[in-house]
């Protein structure tokens, strides 16, 4: 996995392109549908129907998805006789997902403590 903290920081003025690519990413990425579904795409390739029971989402919704995905690359499909089988396209993708968690699963535990040493800011 490639550590943030061994990307060159560029002290000019930078091209901004590859920030626009993030950008573009984490708008694709900015559904939570999309994002379940790359959940459910960690533990290994799926169908449109398999992600659509998973999701709670209609397979025509789920397709539609997955296209956008899809362009962004952030998934890739396999093709076997008329089924068609996704799969994240990079393990990185997966270990986003599982950091940005990470952070919130952290977020909510230091609210609740909070929340548990100033009870009477809840009213």
């Given at each position: 996995m490639l550590e943030y903290s061994k990307v060159p920081i560029m002290e000019e003025k930078a091209d901004t392109t590859i920030f626009r690519l993030q950008a573009a990413i984490s708008k694709t990425m900015s559904n939570p549908l999309r994002v379940a579904i790359l959940y459910y795409l960690k533990s290994g390739e799926k169908t449109v129907n398999e992600l659509a029971d998973l999701v709670?989402?209609?397979?025509?919704?789920?397709?539609?998805?997955?296209?956008?995905?899809?362009?962004?690359?952030?998934?890739?499909?396999?093709?076997?006789?008329?089924?068609?089988?996704?799969?994240?396209?990079?393990?990185?993708?997966?270990?986003?997902?599982?950091?940005?968690?990470?952070?919130?699963?952290?977020q909510l535990k230091q609210k609740q403590e909070l929340a548990k040493k100033y009870p009477e800011n809840l009213k």
């Open positions: 709670g989402a209609s397979q025509s919704n789920v397709s539609q998805h997955l296209a956008l995905l899809r362009q962004r690359d952030l998934v890739k499909t396999r093709k076997i006789g008329s089924s068609v089988y996704y799969s994240v396209a990079s393990p990185k993708i997966s270990q986003a997902c599982d950091m940005i968690r990470e952070v919130l699963w952290e």
